[in-house]
């Protein structure tokens, strides 16, 4: 792997925000584990692995299907209606918000070179503040990126704002 293959696999870690050619921006993490895509599809999408780094999901598991989803590692949890618009196990999970236009998050995941990649993707408005919800998604990917890999628990949220998401979150731009 060379030096710039390396600096362009952290900042896909961290995030990578781009402008679709509508003007709306799009944030994509890549992440990767040596474990088989049936794991990793597992924690992803089992109930009990499910909660352990992200929250709970109550309703039909099946394309179309619509449920309550809670994110219960938040402050002050709240269910939010969620509709799952594709599944394709192992392979792509796509969940939109109900009633919050434009509001999905696409989850795809391929072997590459021995390793199961995941490519997770939102699209947001053009003037959203995207370093924000990034910083929350990197830190529920850490948490994520623990349950795979049986690595440490990241940080508590305000810990890992002020370390991580500070004032310059460091993520990377382009088009």
């Not at 870690?13 to 679709?20: L, N, P």
């Not at 449920?67 to 196990?89: K, L, S």
């Given at each position: 792997?060379?030096?710039?293959?390396a600096l362009?696999?952290a900042?896909?870690?961290?995030?990578?925000?781009t402008?679709?050619d509508?003007?709306?921006?799009r944030?994509?993490?890549?992440r990767?584990?040596p474990d088989p895509v049936e794991?990793?599809?597992?924690a992803?999408?089992?109930?009990d692995?499910?909660?352990?780094w992200?929250?709970?999901?109550?309703?039909e598991?099946?394309p179309?299907?619509?449920g309550?989803?809670?994110m219960?590692?938040?402050?002050?949890p709240?269910?939010?209606t969620?509709?799952?618009?594709?599944?394709?196990p192992?392979?792509?999970l796509?969940?939109?918000?109900?009633g919050?236009?434009?509001?999905s998050?696409?989850l795809?995941?391929?072997a590459e070179?021995?390793?199961?990649v995941?490519r997770?993707r939102q699209?947001?408005?053009?003037?959203?503040?995207?370093?924000?919800?990034?910083a929350?998604?990197?830190?529920?990917?850490?948490?994520?990126?623990?349950?795979v890999?049986?690595?440490?628990?990241?940080?508590?949220?305000?810990?890992?704002?002020?370390?991580?998401a500070g004032p310059?979150?460091?993520m990377?731009?382009g088009?």
């Amino acid at each position: 792997m060379t030096q710039q293959d390396a600096l362009s696999d952290a900042m896909a870690r961290r995030g990578v925000v781009t402008t679709e050619d509508d003007g709306r921006q799009r944030l994509e993490f890549r992440r990767s584990w040596p474990d088989p895509v049936e794991d990793v599809w597992s924690a992803l999408t089992e109930p009990d692995r499910l909660s352990r780094w992200i929250g709970t999901y109550d309703g039909e598991r099946a394309p179309g299907g619509t449920g309550t989803f809670t994110m219960t590692h938040e402050d002050e949890p709240a269910g939010e209606t969620v509709r799952i618009a594709e599944c394709d196990p192992p392979r792509r999970l796509v969940v939109e918000w109900v009633g919050q236009d434009d509001w999905s998050v696409e989850l795809d995941l391929s072997a590459e070179e021995g390793r199961t990649v995941l490519r997770f993707r939102q699209v947001f408005a053009a003037d959203a503040d995207v370093a924000d919800f990034a910083a929350g998604w990197h830190w529920y990917l850490d948490k994520f990126d623990a349950e795979v890999g049986g690595r440490p628990v990241p940080r508590d949220w305000g810990d890992f704002a002020v370390e991580v998401a500070g004032p310059v979150y460091g993520m990377s731009t382009g088009s």
